[in-house]
């Protein structure tokens, strides 16, 4: 049996909150049901952040709203503050993902409050949980922006970006994602964060988000498997990047990660041809935008063979 790894698309959201056009809440929608179907575990739909800041996002509850009929597929969606949370718990979805900025010129940038205000904001998103009686029914998943550096501030300690994942984690995250907002994550780096992080949280879920913006995402992805990461954000086409942090650029990208994670032995679940046959369809919704990935571009090797079928 091949060991699963959780990708994570997370195209409608980081992918999204960049881009010129506004896509519509149908494509949207079509967009999540085909990702799915793909066999995608997770997509974090959308995000619960005020229309002025990102009208990309003035639909989140609508495509929530949409995509609450089972599909075998965790709908999830980020969150910034605890009215975001309110509006994601309102809207029904069953895992909630908040960000915190490990950078505090970043978390004033992208939140307009310090990290450790973020991190009180947290405990108040935890008793919202709880007043509403959602304790063991949502999900509170936990990112860590900028924890491998940031562009405005430059360096960002470890020692700091573990000290917030142990606050997340002891006031209730289900959840702890180091994410490399900007890029700026090297292998040796990637290595030594979560072997810090699985040491301070013991068995507490730990995942990982890359930027492809120096062209190490990839290389990333396998120094945090060597350390134990089993779950991965990935963008549809490598679309994504965070307006408030200068300079980001595209996520890694989904057809590739799962292509080099099947070729690794590890099962996704992911149909690949259908994900290709996706990316062509939202490439046509999103003119002028850059795109990234090889397997798009060149096709899955004759010899390629998903994990599940390599044992055989
Ligand atoms: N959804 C909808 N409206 C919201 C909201 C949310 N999540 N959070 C705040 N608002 C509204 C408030 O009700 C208020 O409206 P009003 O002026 O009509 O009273 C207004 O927005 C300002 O609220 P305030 O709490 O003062 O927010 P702020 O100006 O301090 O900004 C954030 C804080 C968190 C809302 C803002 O920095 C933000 O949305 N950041 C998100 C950035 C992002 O998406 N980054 C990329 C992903 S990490
Ligand atoms: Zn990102």
Same mark, same amino acid.
């Not at 049901?33 to 509850?61: C, K, M, N, W």
């Not at 998103?125 to 959602?134: E, P």
């Not at 900007?182 to 995942?207: C, K, N």
């Not at 994670?261 to 062509?280: K, M, Q, S, W, Y």
């Given at each position: 049996?091949?060991?699963?790894?959780? +990708?994570?698309?997370?195209?409608?959201?980081?992918? %999204?909150?960049?881009?010129?056009?506004?896509?519509?809440?149908?494509?949207?929608?079509?967009?999540?049901?085909?990702?799915? /179907?793909?066999?995608?575990?997770?997509?974090?739909?959308?995000?619960?952040?005020?229309?002025?800041?990102?009208?990309?996002?003035?639909?989140?509850?609508?495509?929530?709203?949409?995509?609450?009929?089972?599909?075998?597929?965790?709908?999830?969606?980020?969150?910034?503050?605890?009215?975001?949370?309110?509006?994601?718990? *309102? $809207? =029904? %979805?069953?895992?909630?993902?908040?960000?915190?900025?490990? @950078?505090? $010129?970043?978390? %004033?940038?992208? &939140?307009?409050? @310090?990290?450790?205000?973020?991190?009180?904001?947290?405990?108040?998103?935890?008793? *919202?949980?709880?007043?509403?009686?959602? *304790?063991?029914?949502?999900?509170?998943?936990?990112?860590?922006?900028?924890?491998?550096?940031?562009?405005?501030?430059?360096?960002?300690?470890?020692?700091?970006? #573990?000290?917030?994942?142990?606050?997340?984690?002891?006031?209730?995250?289900?959840?702890?994602?180091?994410?490399?907002?900007? !890029?700026?994550?090297?292998?040796?780096?990637?290595?030594?964060?979560?072997?810090?992080?699985?040491?301070?949280?013991?068995?507490?879920? +730990?995942?990982?988000?890359?930027?492809?913006?120096?062209? +190490?995402?990839? /290389?990333?992805?396998?120094? &945090?498997?060597? &350390?134990?990461?089993?779950?991965?954000?990935?963008? +549809? =086409?490598? %679309?994504?990047?965070?307006?408030?942090?200068?300079?980001?650029?595209?996520?890694?990208?989904?057809?590739?990660? &799962?292509?080099?994670?099947?070729?690794?032995?590890?099962?996704?679940?992911? *149909?690949?041809?259908?994900?290709? /046959?996706?990316? =062509?369809?939202?490439?046509?919704?999103?003119? =002028?935008?850059?795109?990234? !990935?090889? #397997? @798009?571009?060149?096709?899955?090797?004759?010899?390629?063979?998903?994990?599940?079928?390599?044992?055989?």
């Amino acid at each position: 049996m091949a060991e699963p790894v959780i +990708l994570r698309e997370v195209g409608l959201r980081d992918g %999204l909150q960049m881009v010129k056009t506004i896509v519509s809440t149908q494509d949207k929608l079509d967009f999540a049901r085909t990702a799915a /179907a793909a066999g995608l575990p997770e997509i974090e739909a959308t995000s619960f952040v005020p229309p002025h800041i990102i009208p990309q996002f003035a639909d989140a509850a609508e495509v929530a709203a949409g995509l609450l009929k089972p599909m075998g597929t965790t709908i999830s969606a980020l969150v910034v503050n605890l009215k975001g949370a309110a509006r994601a718990f *309102d $809207a =029904g %979805l069953r895992k909630v993902n908040y960000v915190v900025s490990a @950078s505090e $010129a970043h978390s %004033l940038a992208n &939140a307009r409050r @310090s990290t450790d205000a973020a991190l009180a904001e947290f405990r108040l998103i935890v008793a *919202d949980r709880k007043a509403r009686g959602l *304790d063991g029914q949502v999900v509170l998943g936990c990112g860590i922006a900028t924890a491998f550096g940031c562009t405005l501030q430059g360096e960002v300690s470890e020692q700091r970006v #573990i000290e917030i994942a142990e606050s997340l984690a002891r006031d209730g995250a289900d959840e702890i994602m180091a994410a490399d907002t900007v !890029g700026y994550g090297s292998p040796r780096q990637v290595r030594r964060m979560f072997d810090g992080l699985a040491a301070a949280l013991g068995t507490l879920p +730990l995942a990982a988000h890359f930027h492809d913006t120096r062209g +190490l995402g990839l /290389a990333n992805v396998t120094a &945090a498997l060597d &350390a134990g990461v089993r779950r991965f954000d990935a963008s +549809l =086409g490598g %679309l994504g990047g965070c307006p408030f942090a200068p300079g980001a650029t595209g996520n890694i990208n989904t057809e590739d990660t &799962a292509f080099m994670l099947e070729a690794l032995g590890f099962d996704t679940g992911v *149909d690949i041809t259908a994900l290709i /046959a996706l990316r =062509g369809r939202v490439e046509g919704w999103l003119p =002028g935008e850059r795109f990234s !990935g090889g #397997i @798009s571009r060149a096709g899955l090797p004759k010899t390629f063979r998903r994990a599940m079928d390599q044992a055989a």
